[in-house]
């Protein structure tokens, strides 16, 4: 699910580092806030073994290979946010190592494994074995199959990222600048692929670990119940403060030097931004309406201000995109929790 | 006693590392069935990685190999069954225990071998209850390897082998981290398999068993090279040698006494003497 | 004196050993693979720093301006549109190789040998008409007609310029990794303000994942030596099951140790700040030398699109 540096284009990178960055500032926070001495050489075996199991290749009836990330089952065992910090530093040395994975897509290759795929675990895992012992089979169940939807989850959002790519970014003759595969082969493609190889076995690993923990040492199981639910939520409302403030800051920030030095601005800030630019009027099939309202020259050499809106509309394209699949997920696993909370309510005051 | 039949002969062996370094350089030997040797070397020498490739686990490209008879090289093991058929009759003891055991439990991970060539479920379970019954493995049989000691992990390690009754066993540091007994338990296991028939190459650096698990030592020293070759008794006088190879400090003296080697350090008044002397 | 009772079993030879006949190949169980990737250059390269260490060019520099003139190179790289600037940023960083004194055989292996080549049959579907219209460089076949199977010039500039792009971002990420030794990358991690709890645990996982790559190594190993006979696919799952399993364990045990040593050191749980190397004018040199490059680039690649 690696995603390396060319298959997207810089507009989108910047989109996934303005998500990351203030999640990277709140898991850096609430890994210190919750910290016992003990959890920092756990999470770096964490990372290190998240590392390492994504080199293990499990064969697939038919000769091919799958890996899986390990994410979720960190997210079980110490804590989403913890689990982002250390997935996403298994994605660096990777990134450093093997080149796998670049450095522009490191805040999205970041958000696909090392935030869909823990948040998505542990919302699932806490609606379903959220009221369950520390040993019981309901969580270790869970676990498996919220790790086997997280990381689905992140396929999906891997293939809308890439899939994007070729549907703004081109150059006027139609030559793809980053990924060539349009949205609808890049999901289809990195869903099957994970529904079928790389989740399965995401499924047995968190299976597997959550069960060795519980039976050797389910203190650890336990500290993840007492600290849960409402600590996440109330940091998830802030979350959504952050990411929209984000969202509509980012664009208005690159407009502002554009606005704030005119047209006659420095070549270097042209050269800087013109490349979006070309991009977007590429697509001037789809914005030309627009185009025409603000009386755009179809130049690619021009860095006035009704350009950078359209970078920024593209912006808040690739944007909104993903915080729709996070936010409907959110919502879908928030109406989850509640209705069952409304269920066992129900069940006590029958009781 | 040792045949005539060659088990294993190599013929001006090199062996580099995918890094480019070195790790055995003009390898010339022979072992012939029946026989115990010791594998002796400093940490580096390449010892760990002749037994490697003695086990079909590494290949060369310069010299030539040839095990049980047959050549062994990246080609022929390419072939499953000769594979097979040659992971029978060599069976490897690593150093790393852990690394070797990786079934739910004892009785499983020794039935892991005869399960693999399909032999039915009964016979499975004599051979493995023999095994166990043999190296006194019986309170184990449900534990999971992860939660033995080091020597019960090693003894494991070597039952798993066994179950599938190879005629060559090598070793790589078998004697490394156990205690007293345990080690005194290994040495005599390895005399009786010896005796009932069985090839054994130890590779080790621990002088002080060499004597009763091999009659024949083969010395690497630091630079890769294969530096000496004989009978025990004669490698162990020739302390030079011992000193150079990094076998012996010089702080240590080996003392041969009639049958036994008495390996020790001076006692501190003869220290204080030279001293004052000086 | 302990003794033993042998079982008769082990009495009986096995035979002698029947020569390779057949054709039958062992199919590179997946044991096999993995082995491959763990024992290959990752472990032996990049651990031993061994080009970090000589006396070349990236290796002189300051480890935060390396870092953040390394970025810049690669957000230049992604912006780039044109081949020929592509390809100007690729013989630019392998003359950086060869100024730090990486072997240019080495290097050019690390970069190309996996990323770039994936990249290559992932877009390979592109170069067609059939994938996207348009004008035919080379006509393969005609059928039905007027209809025909053609390589399109779009396709293969967009290919060339897919691959070039990719190549050069990863060529600039291993020569600043094969010349920089880990501590001082940490350092210059720093520089870039990332917090320090992050470079802590990067800079004991880079160890520890040193330690369960052996770990894992030794395993597979092991299974090889003990692959006597065919396993099924479901065999082979269940031992990398219980492989993860066990490594986990193992991971975790270390866990507890690292953690004992890190407490009677007087670790209390706050990270604690870096020293920062000094900056020299070689670096102000090359920070310019990298700006004014990555404008030439960007303004050049401009023209000639």
Redesign the interface.
């Given at each position: 699910m690696h995603i390396?540096?060319?298959?997207l284009?810089?507009a989108t990178?910047v989109v996934g580092y303005a998500i990351m960055i203030p999640m990277?500032?709140i898991a850096?926070k609430k890994?210190?806030e919750s910290?016992?001495?003990?959890l920092?050489?756990?999470?770096?075996?964490g990372?290190?073994?998240s590392?390492?199991?994504m080199?293990?290749?499990?064969?697939?009836?038919g000769?091919t290979?799958a890996h899986a990330v390990g994410s979720g089952v960190l997210a079980v065992i110490l804590g989403p946010w913890a689990a982002c910090?250390?997935t996403?530093?298994?994605l660096?040395?990777q990134?450093?190592?093997?080149?796998?994975g670049?450095?522009?897509c490191f805040g999205f290759n970041c958000f696909n494994m090392a935030l869909v795929i823990p948040f998505v675990t542990i919302w699932i895992y806490n609606a379903f074995a959220g009221k369950s012992e520390a040993t019981s089979p309901k969580r270790w169940i869970w676990a498996a199959i919220g790790s086997y939807v997280g990381i689905n989850v992140a396929a999906a959002c891997n293939g809308t990222e890439l899939g994007l790519q070729p549907l703004i970014w081109h150059?006027a003759?139609?030559?793809?600048?980053?990924c060539?595969?349009p949205i609808w082969i890049s999901v289809p493609a990195m869903l099957t692929a994970h529904l079928l190889m790389a989740g399965p076995v995401e499924l047995?690993?968190a299976g597997?670990?959550t069960r060795?923990f519980q039976v050797?040492?389910p203190s650890i199981i336990a500290d993840q119940i007492a600290s849960r639910v409402a600590p996440v939520k109330a940091a998830f409302n802030k979350m959504w403060y952050v990411v929209i403030a984000l969202i509509v800051l980012v664009p208005l920030g690159l407009l502002a030097p554009g606005g704030a030095f005119g047209e006659g601005a420095a070549?270097?800030l042209k050269?800087?931004f013109?490349?979006v630019p070309?991009g977007f009027l590429a697509m001037s099939g789809h914005w030309h309406a627009l185009l025409q309202d603000y009386g755009v020259p179809n130049s690619?050499?021009s860095a006035d201000a009704p350009d950078l809106l359209h970078m920024s509309i593209g912006y808040y394209v690739a944007a909104v995109v993903g915080i729709a699949i996070i936010a409907g997920i959110t919502y879908l696993v928030t109406r989850l929790i509640a209705a069952r909370e409304a269920r066992e309510e129900a069940k006590k005051s029958a009781a | 006693m040792s045949g005539d039949e060659i088990v294993f002969e190599l013929k001006d062996v090199n062996f580099n590392y995918p890094s480019g370094e070195r790790a055995l350089e003009g390898i010339n030997l022979a072992i012939n069935r029946g026989e115990k040797v010791a594998l002796l070397g400093a940490n580096g020498s390449g010892k760990s990685t002749l037994l490697k490739l003695l086990n079909g686990l590494l290949f060369t490209r310069e010299g030539t190999l040839k095990a049980l008879g047959q050549a062994l090289s990246e080609v022929s093991m390419a072939n499953e069954e000769f594979s097979h058929a040659f992971r029978r009759r060599v069976g490897f003891v690593f150093q790393n225990s852990d690394a070797q055991l990786f079934n739910s439990n004892v009785f499983e991970e020794i039935a892991f071998g005869p399960v693999q060539l399909g032999w039915p479920a009964d016979e499975v379970n004599r051979v493995v209850d023999e095994t166990i019954a043999m190296l006194g493995l019986e309170h184990f049989r449900q534990r999971p390897p992860f939660r033995l000691s080091g020597g019960e992990k090693r003894l494991v390690a070597l039952a798993c082998v066994l179950s599938l009754n190879p005629d060559v066993l090598l070793m790589d540091e078998p004697t490394s981290g156990l205690d007293p007994r345990t080690q005194r338990k290994l040495i005599r296991l390895i005399q009786q398999l010896n005796q009932a028939g069985k090839t054994i190459i130890v590779a080790t650096h621990n002088l002080e068993i060499v004597e009763e698990i091999a009659d024949r030592a083969l010395v690497f020293s630091e630079d890769h090279h294969l530096v000496a070759e004989g009978p025990c008794e004669e490698i162990l006088n020739n302390i030079d040698l011992l000193v150079q190879v990094n076998l012996v400090d010089e702080e240590f003296h080996l003392h041969p006494h009639g049958s036994q080697i008495l390996i020790h350090a001076h006692d501190r008044e003869q220290s204080l003497l030279s001293l004052k002397k000086a | 004196m302990v003794d033993f009772q042998i079982p008769d079993r082990l009495l009986q030879s096995q035979g002698p050993l029947p020569p390779p006949t057949g054709n039958k190949k062992a199919g590179r169980s997946f044991a096999e693979k993995s082995i491959g990737a763990f024992s290959g250059f990752i472990m032996d390269d990049f651990y031993a720093e061994r080009t970090a260490v000589k006396n070349g060019l990236m290796q002189g520099l300051h480890p935060g301006i390396k870092v953040v003139t390394s970025l810049l190179l690669i957000v230049v790289a992604v912006s780039m549109h044109s081949w020929v600037s592509l390809l100007l940023i690729n013989l630019y960083v392998l003359l950086l190789a060869y100024l730090s004194k990486v072997p240019l055989g080495i290097f050019l292996k690390r970069v190309w040998v996996f990323i770039p080549i994936f990249t290559l049959i992932i877009v390979l579907p592109t170069l067609f008409n059939v994938f996207r219209p348009g004008d035919p460089l080379v006509v393969l076949l005609q059928y039905g007609g007027h209809h025909q199977l053609t390589i399109t010039r779009q396709g293969v500039e967009g290919a060339v310029i897919f691959v070039l792009r990719v190549a050069a971002c990863v060529s600039i990420v291993v020569l600043l990794t094969l010349t920089t030794r880990w501590a001082y990358l940490l350092r210059g991690f720093s520089m870039v303000r990332i917090p320090t709890l992050f470079i802590n645990i990067l800079e004991m996982t880079y160890r520890y994942i040193y330690v369960l790559l052996k770990s894992a190594s030794d395993m597979f190993e092991s299974r090889l030596s003990r692959t006597v006979g065919r396993t099924s696919t479901r065999e082979q799952q269940k031992f990398v099951g219980n492989s993860m399993g066990a490594l986990w364990a193992i991971a975790f045990a270390l866990s507890d140790e690292v953690h004992a040593a890190m407490l009677s050191r007087g670790y209390d749980g706050t990270p604690r700040t870096l020293t920062n190397p000094r900056i020299r004018d070689l670096d102000w040199v090359w920070t310019v030398l990298i700006i004014l490059i990555s404008i030439i680039l960007i303004g050049g690649d401009r023209l000639v699109r």
């Amino acid at each position: 699910m690696h995603i390396p540096d060319g298959y997207l284009s810089p507009a989108t990178c910047v989109v996934g580092y303005a998500i990351m960055i203030p999640m990277w500032s709140i898991a850096v926070k609430k890994v210190k806030e919750s910290l016992n001495t003990k959890l920092i050489p756990l999470m770096v075996i964490g990372a290190a073994f998240s590392f390492v199991l994504m080199m293990f290749n499990v064969p697939i009836p038919g000769g091919t290979t799958a890996h899986a990330v390990g994410s979720g089952v960190l997210a079980v065992i110490l804590g989403p946010w913890a689990a982002c910090i250390c997935t996403s530093i298994a994605l660096a040395i990777q990134a450093l190592l093997f080149g796998d994975g670049g450095i522009t897509c490191f805040g999205f290759n970041c958000f696909n494994m090392a935030l869909v795929i823990p948040f998505v675990t542990i919302w699932i895992y806490n609606a379903f074995a959220g009221k369950s012992e520390a040993t019981s089979p309901k969580r270790w169940i869970w676990a498996a199959i919220g790790s086997y939807v997280g990381i689905n989850v992140a396929a999906a959002c891997n293939g809308t990222e890439l899939g994007l790519q070729p549907l703004i970014w081109h150059t006027a003759q139609g030559v793809p600048l980053y990924c060539p595969y349009p949205i609808w082969i890049s999901v289809p493609a990195m869903l099957t692929a994970h529904l079928l190889m790389a989740g399965p076995v995401e499924l047995v690993v968190a299976g597997l670990v959550t069960r060795y923990f519980q039976v050797t040492n389910p203190s650890i199981i336990a500290d993840q119940i007492a600290s849960r639910v409402a600590p996440v939520k109330a940091a998830f409302n802030k979350m959504w403060y952050v990411v929209i403030a984000l969202i509509v800051l980012v664009p208005l920030g690159l407009l502002a030097p554009g606005g704030a030095f005119g047209e006659g601005a420095a070549s270097d800030l042209k050269a800087a931004f013109g490349f979006v630019p070309a991009g977007f009027l590429a697509m001037s099939g789809h914005w030309h309406a627009l185009l025409q309202d603000y009386g755009v020259p179809n130049s690619p050499f021009s860095a006035d201000a009704p350009d950078l809106l359209h970078m920024s509309i593209g912006y808040y394209v690739a944007a909104v995109v993903g915080i729709a699949i996070i936010a409907g997920i959110t919502y879908l696993v928030t109406r989850l929790i509640a209705a069952r909370e409304a269920r066992e309510e129900a069940k006590k005051s029958a009781a | 006693m040792s045949g005539d039949e060659i088990v294993f002969e190599l013929k001006d062996v090199n062996f580099n590392y995918p890094s480019g370094e070195r790790a055995l350089e003009g390898i010339n030997l022979a072992i012939n069935r029946g026989e115990k040797v010791a594998l002796l070397g400093a940490n580096g020498s390449g010892k760990s990685t002749l037994l490697k490739l003695l086990n079909g686990l590494l290949f060369t490209r310069e010299g030539t190999l040839k095990a049980l008879g047959q050549a062994l090289s990246e080609v022929s093991m390419a072939n499953e069954e000769f594979s097979h058929a040659f992971r029978r009759r060599v069976g490897f003891v690593f150093q790393n225990s852990d690394a070797q055991l990786f079934n739910s439990n004892v009785f499983e991970e020794i039935a892991f071998g005869p399960v693999q060539l399909g032999w039915p479920a009964d016979e499975v379970n004599r051979v493995v209850d023999e095994t166990i019954a043999m190296l006194g493995l019986e309170h184990f049989r449900q534990r999971p390897p992860f939660r033995l000691s080091g020597g019960e992990k090693r003894l494991v390690a070597l039952a798993c082998v066994l179950s599938l009754n190879p005629d060559v066993l090598l070793m790589d540091e078998p004697t490394s981290g156990l205690d007293p007994r345990t080690q005194r338990k290994l040495i005599r296991l390895i005399q009786q398999l010896n005796q009932a028939g069985k090839t054994i190459i130890v590779a080790t650096h621990n002088l002080e068993i060499v004597e009763e698990i091999a009659d024949r030592a083969l010395v690497f020293s630091e630079d890769h090279h294969l530096v000496a070759e004989g009978p025990c008794e004669e490698i162990l006088n020739n302390i030079d040698l011992l000193v150079q190879v990094n076998l012996v400090d010089e702080e240590f003296h080996l003392h041969p006494h009639g049958s036994q080697i008495l390996i020790h350090a001076h006692d501190r008044e003869q220290s204080l003497l030279s001293l004052k002397k000086a | 004196m302990v003794d033993f009772q042998i079982p008769d079993r082990l009495l009986q030879s096995q035979g002698p050993l029947p020569p390779p006949t057949g054709n039958k190949k062992a199919g590179r169980s997946f044991a096999e693979k993995s082995i491959g990737a763990f024992s290959g250059f990752i472990m032996d390269d990049f651990y031993a720093e061994r080009t970090a260490v000589k006396n070349g060019l990236m290796q002189g520099l300051h480890p935060g301006i390396k870092v953040v003139t390394s970025l810049l190179l690669i957000v230049v790289a992604v912006s780039m549109h044109s081949w020929v600037s592509l390809l100007l940023i690729n013989l630019y960083v392998l003359l950086l190789a060869y100024l730090s004194k990486v072997p240019l055989g080495i290097f050019l292996k690390r970069v190309w040998v996996f990323i770039p080549i994936f990249t290559l049959i992932i877009v390979l579907p592109t170069l067609f008409n059939v994938f996207r219209p348009g004008d035919p460089l080379v006509v393969l076949l005609q059928y039905g007609g007027h209809h025909q199977l053609t390589i399109t010039r779009q396709g293969v500039e967009g290919a060339v310029i897919f691959v070039l792009r990719v190549a050069a971002c990863v060529s600039i990420v291993v020569l600043l990794t094969l010349t920089t030794r880990w501590a001082y990358l940490l350092r210059g991690f720093s520089m870039v303000r990332i917090p320090t709890l992050f470079i802590n645990i990067l800079e004991m996982t880079y160890r520890y994942i040193y330690v369960l790559l052996k770990s894992a190594s030794d395993m597979f190993e092991s299974r090889l030596s003990r692959t006597v006979g065919r396993t099924s696919t479901r065999e082979q799952q269940k031992f990398v099951g219980n492989s993860m399993g066990a490594l986990w364990a193992i991971a975790f045990a270390l866990s507890d140790e690292v953690h004992a040593a890190m407490l009677s050191r007087g670790y209390d749980g706050t990270p604690r700040t870096l020293t920062n190397p000094r900056i020299r004018d070689l670096d102000w040199v090359w920070t310019v030398l990298i700006i004014l490059i990555s404008i030439i680039l960007i303004g050049g690649d401009r023209l000639v699109r």
